[in-house]
């Protein structure tokens, strides 16, 4: 571990959830993007992403980061029926509002706001946290995600039942379980591997 | 992957070939093959940064343990089935009975959110066990024990422990690769589980 990724200035990191755009330090030392190796590089998938200090530390382990991306893409870009991609990032908010990942929770928020244009619910999602009341179809997509989340895990038919109930199908309830589990990952991987910073 | 690989999450859900389930994860084939593309990589294929078999299972078994549910006897079936993995994994029974609780917890960095701080424990493996399991391992589950249930207190500092039990910057990646997939398959497996006992059919 280098000084330089250990002695940023704490000031700089953000202490509230923000739709803002963040940056975001690792804390172990990346591959640096000249040393990458061909097998890197594909698990970074898209080569665009040797810029981010993020994907370079998962380079470590390219095949693990590979099908990791790859499953990510399909999970929130693969839009064909089941679940609006808006409702899909609604679900990574919250997951990442609940387990605390400031960074996940500033891009999926962003993301949430733009395929929704609901700026100002997604901002009391961030603001009051999880027990917001924004609608019933929103609140039943972050309720679910939010006992999906917990450890031990309290998703149950009760939330199938209300998600039935607000027009979900079941490949849409399929994609809202992958959302919030995938979160689960990725919160895992961002807030434990480095931190953010206010831009 | 081949229609004939096994698949784990398809294992862990109680997804039948051809049952309305097994259906609706065939209708996102990417995200299928991949997340067994994930499982393939960090349990199935050679090690390459410096991450046992034996090192794996017993992270894994762990994370499962501590969450519930039918994918631990998955992972522990596996352990047992390694060079003194029988020891190891009565070991890990005993951690995840010691390290038991509910999160997510932990706190914000000072400040607006510092009212949704939530204590809980920290867990540390006994002397007597940390003996048994060797301090790589048992540093290992210390680090898994607050990546499961308070990720958020994560700070610069929890490597150096890591660092002194001789875990490099790329088997720390696959460590936390392990207890983040593990994070999400157990979901994935439980929410489909509970979504295919209430589908309307598909």
Redesign the interface.
């Known amino acids: 571990m280098s000084s330089i990724t250990l002695d940023r200035p704490a000031a700089k990191a953000p202490n509230a959830f923000t739709q803002a755009e963040l940056g975001w330090n690792a804390w172990l030392d990346p591959v640096p993007e000249e040393a990458l190796t061909e097998r890197q590089k594909e698990g970074l998938v898209d080569i665009a992403r040797a810029k981010s200090p993020y994907f370079r530390l998962l380079a470590h382990d390219p095949d693990i980061l590979r099908a990791r991306t790859l499953a990510d893409k399909d999970i929130f870009y693969n839009t064909r029926s089941g679940l609006p991609r808006a409702e899909r990032e609604l679900a990574a908010a919250a997951t990442s509002r609940s387990n605390g990942c400031i960074y996940c929770a500033s891009v999926h928020a962003r993301f949430a706001t733009t395929f929704s244009k609901r700026r100002e619910d997604v901002q009391r999602l961030l603001d009051e946290g999880t027990g917001v009341d924004l609608d019933p179809r929103w609140n039943a997509v972050i309720e679910a995600s939010v006992a999906l989340t917990a450890t031990p895990i309290a998703f149950g038919p009760e939330h199938v039942r209300k998600l039935r109930d607000v027009g979900l199908d079941d490949l849409a309830i399929s994609d809202l379980i992958h959302s919030a589990a995938f979160f689960n990952w990725a919160n895992r991987l961002m807030l434990s591997l480095g931190e953010p910073e206010i831009g | 992957m081949t229609d004939q690989a096994p698949d784990a999450l398809d294992r862990l859900a109680g997804i039948a070939a051809g049952s309305?389930l097994d259906t609706?994860?065939r209708?996102?084939p990417?995200?299928r093959?991949?997340?067994q593309?994930?499982y393939?990589?960090?349990f199935e294929?050679p090690d390459?940064?410096g991450i046992t078999q034996s090192e794996r299972l017993a992270v894994a078994s762990f994370v499962a343990l501590?969450?519930?549910?039918p994918a631990a006897e998955h992972y522990l079936g596996l352990l047992e089935a390694q060079p003194e993995g029988g020891k190891l994994a009565e070991l890990v029974r005993r951690q995840a009975e010691r390290g038991a609780t509910?999160?997510?917890y932990?706190a914000?960095?000072?400040?607006?959110?510092s009212r949704?701080d939530v204590a809980g424990p920290i867990f540390k493996v006994e002397v007597a066990d940390r003996v048994a399991l060797g301090e790589r391992l048992a540093t290992a589950l210390e680090h898994t024990h607050?990546?499961?249930?308070h990720?958020?207190d994560?700070k610069?500092d929890?490597?150096a422990p890591l660092?002194a039990a001789s875990w490099s910057?790329?088997a720390?990646?696959?460590l936390?690769?392990t207890?983040?997939?593990l994070?999400?398959?157990?979901?994935?497996a439980?929410?489909?589980q509970?979504?295919g006992?209430?589908?309307?059919?598909?």
């Open positions: 309305p609706l994860r209708e996102r990417q995200t093959d991949n997340v593309a994930s393939a990589a960090l294929a390459e940064t501590l969450h519930g549910g509910e999160g997510p932990g914000y960095p000072p400040g607006p959110l949704e607050q990546l499961v249930f990720l958020r994560a610069p929890d490597f660092k910057t790329p720390i990646v696959t936390s690769q207890v983040a997939y994070s999400f398959q157990i979901r994935a439980h929410g489909l509970v979504l006992l209430h589908a309307l059919g598909v």
